[in-house]
């Protein structure tokens, strides 16, 4: 299993447009994927979860991978945070 933090730097957090980007981006991963913020998990394939976590500007997340692909999908799914705004890793 790989972890890793992100702070989310993006004024309005994290809204739809990027946490759409993001949970396309590691959805092709074979690898469990999830986003963790103030003790709730989700899973990161999934927007309708991640949305629910309702998370603002600040706020300091958690990304874990456990499988064959964990590597290259935390990296990627770091890139896409980067990309989108949301967060400079």
């Known amino acids: 299993m790989v972890e890793k933090q992100f702070t989310i730097t993006d004024e309005a957090g994290m809204h739809a447009r ?3 980007a993001l949970v396309g981006a590691v959805s092709k991963f ?23 976590l309702g998370i603002p500007s600040g706020s300091v997340v958690t990304i874990a991978a456990d499988g064959a ?14 990309k989108e705004g949301i967060s400079n890793q």
């Not at 999908?73 to 945070?81: D, L």
């Open 18 to 20: 990027p946490a759409s």
């Open 69 to 82: 692909d964990e590597n290259e999908a935390i990296e990627q799914a770091g890139a896409v945070m980067e």
């Open 30 to 52: 074979t690898s469990d994927i999830t986003l963790e913020h103030n003790g709730k998990k989700v899973n990161l394939k999934s927007i309708l979860g991640v949305m629910s």
